[in-house]
């Protein structure tokens, strides 16, 4: 079955540090994939999407492109913040895989940023 | 518009217990989604619906059921409470292909 696979965490970055947290998937069709983030003790919330090869997602500052032939969806941040601090969610939605309703998640990638 | 609710937001049953999730959205929107999220797992899928009346079976059904009888609301029902079901609980639907998520119901069961 399809499969999202992230870097182990936790990070800890010093603000204004350069962020890449590694996502890599694998799947049975075309996938859609994104970028969820989770602040603390709050519901996920989506950060970036890419629906297509070579198509670049971006809000907030962070990016991802969505690369097909490494099947890669790696999210960058050139200058992090406190407030950047959170869990960092890959996902996928496989059109082949019951349509683009479910999302398959990697296992999350904490993220702090200290002073 | 409020996006979508979940209530309660903590919860504490003994084993063997029933108890509903419930879940709302008010963005009409026709698909709705159930996930559990345990650490080190990322999130999984317990049960979905593509509209009123529909259901269907995610990834980790065992323990849980669901209706759809209107568009708005999607409850989730744990009929006899189990250790192993202690997570948290996310609700989210789906719209412009972007799924959006409620804050999340924290159940513990001891």
């Known amino acids: 079955g399809d499969s999202v696979t992230q870097m182990e965490g936790p990070v800890t970055l010093s603000e204004e540090a350069f962020l890449t947290i590694n996502c890599t998937y694998t799947?049975?069709?075309?996938?859609?994939l994104f970028w969820y983030v989770q602040y603390p003790g709050e519901g996920l919330q989506l950060l970036l999407k890419a629906t297509k090869a070579d198509d670049k997602g971006s809000n907030k500052g962070f990016e991802a492109t969505y690369r097909k032939e490494t099947t890669s969806f790696h999210l960058e941040k050139g200058s992090v913040q406190v407030s950047d601090s959170a869990v960092y969610f890959c996902?996928?939605?496989?059109?082949?895989?019951?349509?683009?309703?479910?999302?398959?998640f990697g296992k999350g990638t904490k993220l702090t940023v200290n002073p | 518009n409020a996006g979508v609710t979940q209530t309660p937001k903590f919860q504490v049953l003994k084993t063997g217990q029933s108890m509903t999730l419930q879940c709302a959205q008010d963005?009409?929107?026709?698909?709705m989604s159930w996930y559990r999220q345990d650490p080190g797992m990322g999130l999984r899928l317990i049960h979905y619906?593509?509209?009123?009346?529909?259901?269907d079976q995610g990834e980790v059904p065992n323990g849980y059921n669901v209706s759809r009888s209107t568009t708005e609301d999607f409850p989730l029902r744990l009929l006899s409470a189990a250790p192993s079901q202690t997570s948290v609980y996310f609700c989210a639907s789906r719209g412009a292909g972007t799924q959006y998520f409620g804050p999340g119901t924290r159940l513990l069961v001891l």
């Open positions: 996902a996928l939605s496989d059109p082949t895989q019951g349509g683009s309703e479910k999302l398959v």
């Open positions: 963005m009409n929107h026709e698909y």
């Open positions: 799947a049975t069709g075309y996938p859609s």
């Open positions: 619906s593509v509209g009123a009346g529909i259901t």
